[in-house]
């Protein structure tokens, strides 16, 4: 773990005594449960959006889809009676696909991340509601499906399998940021995209990956989602969910700017965000103000990420200069030595 994530784990671990102490029901299991289920909604949501950041761009689509993705699955299952064992796998292409075509149109149209993703939360969220005629796609009244529901929904030994889901996706995928050539090309993409090009990375196809992988984990979301909720609003289901997700990278050390972070640090980030929901409920302050929450959240980590980074640069310059005074230092001396053994001899 680097300084950022284990100051971010503190600071997890402080908070959570905070809520303790202010309402023991915070430490309740039926509480940790359901804290711990929404970190792996979130936090499978947020990972998917932190490989788009990586490579300085943005994903703003990613609510509208998992209520669009969403509609579709439930409407595939419910109602199509289309076996879940095809209709799951059919839902995480379509989600691939959406982020195929997201990259294409950012690295071949060289269009800016921001317009073509805001573009996408429009016609998705419109997409889904005229797909349900502006109503509410859910299950039937007695609608059952036991092997579905455990798996997206269930509990293994009192652990949420989304929360599992989770962390099996944030090794996997720390395994591939961290120790593969593909994520060091990310790094590298992010840090300076036209230096990786000249040094030969495939840059386009690797922006491309980045937003294949956030669209497959959008749509698995937005599937987990689904069987969570059980109904969806086409409306509202999803609104808002890119702020939590690019909150979540932010707090977690992922700079927006690209080329920074870390997957345990993305997921402590979703940790953190869902503690202070769950402080906010149990505290009973309006839910009216969760966006002013989630607002002031990516404020501060905007900040700190700034600051930080104001702050490593200064050592840089800092160490640069020492180095550079003591081999000044070390080249003024050789002339002395040299001249007093000439005097000697």
């Not at 994530?5 to 940790?32: S, T, Y």
């Not at 689509?61 to 059919?90: E, R, T």
């Not at 092997?147 to 009192?158: H, Q, S």
């Not at 990516?298 to 930080?308: F, H, K, M, N």
Request: glycine fraction near 12%; hydrophobic fraction near 55%; include cysteine.
């Amino acid at each position: 773990m680097i300084k950022k994530d284990l100051g971010l784990l503190l600071l997890i671990v402080v908070v959570g005594i905070v809520v303790a102490i202010i309402n023991p029901r915070f430490l309740l299991p039926i509480n940790l449960a359901n804290t711990a289920n929404l970190i792996g909604l979130f936090g499978i949501l947020s990972i998917g959006q932190a490989f788009v950041i990586i490579t300085g761009g943005i994903e703003l689509s990613v609510g509208s889809l998992v209520a669009l993705l969403g509609v579709l699955f439930i409407d595939f299952v419910a109602v199509q009676d289309m076996s879940w064992m095809l209709a799951l796998p059919l839902i995480l292409v379509l989600g691939a696909v959406i982020g195929a075509v997201h990259g294409w149109l950012i690295t071949r149209l060289n269009l800016q991340p921001f317009v073509v993703t805001l573009c996408g939360l429009l016609i998705y969220r419109g997409a889904a509601r005229f797909y349900t005629a502006d109503g509410t796609a859910g299950f039937a009244f007695g609608q059952n499906f036991p092997d579905l529901e455990f798996l997206t929904a269930g509990r293994f030994y009192g652990v949420p399998n989304t929360f599992i889901a989770l962390v099996i996706i944030g090794v996997v995928t720390w395994i591939v940021l961290h120790r593969s050539v593909f994520g060091r090309y990310l790094y590298a993409i992010g840090k300076n995209e036209e230096a990786a090009r000249y040094s030969g990375i495939r840059t386009g196809r690797m922006v491309m990956s980045a937003y294949v992988i956030c669209g497959l984990l959008t749509a698995l979301s937005a599937i987990l989602f689904a069987m969570y909720t059980r109904s969806i609003s086409p409306a509202s289901h999803g609104q808002f969910y890119e702020l939590y997700a690019i909150a979540a990278a932010v707090l977690g050390g992922f700079s927006l700017r690209g080329g920074e972070g870390s997957i345990v640090g993305v997921v402590l980030g979703t940790v953190l965000l869902q503690e202070l929901q769950n402080l906010v409920n149990l505290l009973g302050i309006p839910s009216s103000l969760n966006f002013a929450v989630m607002g002031g959240v990516i404020l501060i980590g905007v900040l700190i990420d700034q600051q930080w980074n104001a702050i490593r640069a200064q050592r840089r310059v800092v160490a640069a200069a020492r180095q550079t005074e003591a081999r000044v230092a070390d080249e003024a001396t050789v002339p002395v030595v040299a001249s007093q053994d000439q005097v000697g001899r």
